[in-house]
């Protein structure tokens, strides 16, 4: 069975690093694009960045030059590396496949993981 897992959540001070890590594990071929999201409490789940197959970024203007997204196809893992975090990016961090292709020829899509949780304190 195909799961998504986020790791690297918990607390840290403002202005300090954190760095997600998902990992893909399964009977995996290949995982397209992927993306983090985040949600905080009341809110709707907000895109934070995405990377595609071929290593292509984008991130939502709030965390720009703060996240890093980063793949190891390899791997099958995501990397989220958060720089000089704020108290406003206190949430539960996602993570989302597009579709994932496994090695049984399924075709698996919108896949997420159980989140993780971020708390920056001030």
């Known amino acids: 069975q195909v799961q998504l897992v986020e790791s690297g959540g918990g607390l840290v001070q403002a202005g300090g690093s954190r760095r997600l890590s998902c990992a893909a594990s399964?009977?995996?071929?290949?995982?397209?694009?992927v993306a983090w999201y985040r949600q905080r409490p009341g809110e709707q789940r907000e895109l934070v960045a995405t990377?595609?197959?071929?290593?292509?970024?984008n991130y939502a203007d709030s965390v720009k030059g703060r996240f890093t997204i980063s793949r190891d196809n390899a791997k099958n893992s995501v990397l989220l590396q958060m720089n000089s975090l704020e108290p406003e990016d206190t949430a539960v961090y996602y993570c989302?496949?597009?579709?994932?292709?496994?090695?049984?020829?399924?075709?698996?899509?919108?896949?997420w993981g159980q989140g993780t949780q971020v708390t920056v304190s001030s």
């Open positions: 990377i595609t197959i071929d290593g292509v970024t």
């Open positions: 399964g009977d995996i071929f290949e995982i397209h694009d």
């Open positions: 989302h496949a597009d579709r994932i292709l496994t090695l049984g020829g399924l075709t698996l899509d919108d896949y």
